[in-house]
């Protein structure tokens, strides 16, 4: 593993989440707890995390202080998660986002339809 890198408390740009766990349809539940890659940018560099939800954990106007360490292959920048700390626009200290451990999916999403429709 390699060392971990401090960001100070800065603002970020172009936060993004996007699934990584199984879609599921809205009336099974959904995917708003889902595993979802974290995604921003800080003084043009791209940083990353794994959480749970979609829910942000920066929002625009506050700023973030994190930890971060390459990944294996050098080329990712991924956040120690239990390191960020988020500070809203009076400068106190929020939790933001879904914060949380939870099994990943094992099964895809079944068809919307009978089993004979599906045959054919």
Do not use: C
């Given at each position: 593993?390699?060392?971990?890198?401090?960001?100070?408390?800065?603002?970020?740009?172009?936060?993004?989440?996007?699934?990584?766990?199984?879609?599921?349809?809205?009336?099974?539940?959904?995917?708003?707890?889902?595993?979802?890659?974290?995604?921003?940018?800080?003084?043009?560099?791209?940083?990353?995390?794994?959480?749970?939800?979609?829910?942000?954990?920066?929002?625009f106007g506050?700023?973030?202080?994190?930890?971060?360490?390459?990944?294996?292959?050098?080329?990712?920048?991924?956040?120690?998660?239990?390191?960020?700390?988020?500070?809203?626009?009076?400068?106190?200290?929020?939790?933001?986002?879904?914060?949380?451990?939870?099994?990943?999916?094992?099964?895809?999403?079944?068809?919307?339809?009978?089993?004979?429709?599906?045959?054919?």
């Open positions: 593993m390699a060392d971990e890198i401090r960001v100070e408390p800065t603002v970020v740009q172009n936060y993004r989440t996007f699934l990584v766990d199984k879609y599921r349809p809205p009336s099974k539940g959904g995917n708003t707890r889902a595993w979802h890659r974290h995604s921003f940018v800080v003084d043009g560099d791209l940083y990353s995390f794994l959480a749970l939800g979609s829910k942000k954990w920066v929002f506050d700023t973030v202080g994190f930890k971060w360490e390459w990944d294996d292959s050098g080329r990712y920048r991924n956040i120690v998660t239990s390191s960020v700390v988020t500070l809203d626009n009076n400068g106190d200290e929020v939790v933001r986002g879904e914060r949380g451990m939870k099994k990943w999916r094992t099964s895809f999403a079944k068809v919307p339809a009978s089993k004979r429709e599906q045959r054919d």
